[in-house]
């Protein structure tokens, strides 16, 4: 290549999903298979929901046996479910979803002394995991409260709320968030 460099497109996470699922199933991978499975199908219904909203700002969603589109109409609900994708954003925020769903479910189980469930958690966390961007280490994340605490103004607890908002878009996905907001509420009520 003379001085060009060619960037190829990271693949989405559905795409990664749907790769991996397949590499699930020849390797006869049930915990991975079935989580990535219902994975997918959260990603999925977020999407439709995701249009449904949409059609439905707009006007575009009929009631009635008897209603039909007109074809201007009819257009633009074929441009929406074209262009209706959902964001990385969005997919981090479900994948998210899922992964707090799994902690919880572990933490429920392991008071419930059933050890096998927790354990069935956990590999399902461990692949859910797999797709959450590098998390930052320890340093990292200070770093990033003590700049938020600048930045803020943040003085005392009173703040907490104001500092957790703007950490949360920068770490949320990166660092563990409930960690997150005991550091901050500690350095807080130490101001």
Not at 130 to 138: G, I, M, N
């Amino acid at each position: 290549m003379t001085g060009v460099q060619l960037f190829r497109r990271m693949p989405s996470l559905v795409e990664r999903l749907n790769t991996d699922l397949k590499d699930a199933m020849r390797a006869g991978d049930a915990v991975r298979r079935d989580e990535i499975r219902g994975l997918i199908a959260m990603l999925k219904t977020e999407q439709q929901s995701k249009l449904t909203r949409t059609l439905g700002k707009q006007g575009l969603i009929l009631h009635g046996d008897n209603a039909q589109l007109s074809p201007e109409q009819q257009a633009e609900v074929d441009r929406i479910r074209a262009t209706n994708a959902l964001s990385d954003d969005d997919e981090q925020a479900i994948l998210l979803q899922r992964v707090k769903q799994h902690r919880q479910s572990i933490e429920a189980f392991q008071q419930g002394k059933r050890v096998d469930l927790a354990q069935l958690e956990e590999a399902q966390l461990a692949v859910d995991e797999s797709y959450l961007p590098q998390q930052l280490d320890a340093a990292a994340v200070e770093e990033a409260i003590q700049n938020a605490i600048k930045e803020s103004g943040a003085q005392g607890p009173r703040d907490q709320g104001k500092l957790m908002g703007l950490l949360s878009p920068r770490l949320r996905g990166r660092a563990d968030m409930k960690a997150v907001a005991a550091r901050v509420q500690a350095l807080l009520a130490a101001s």
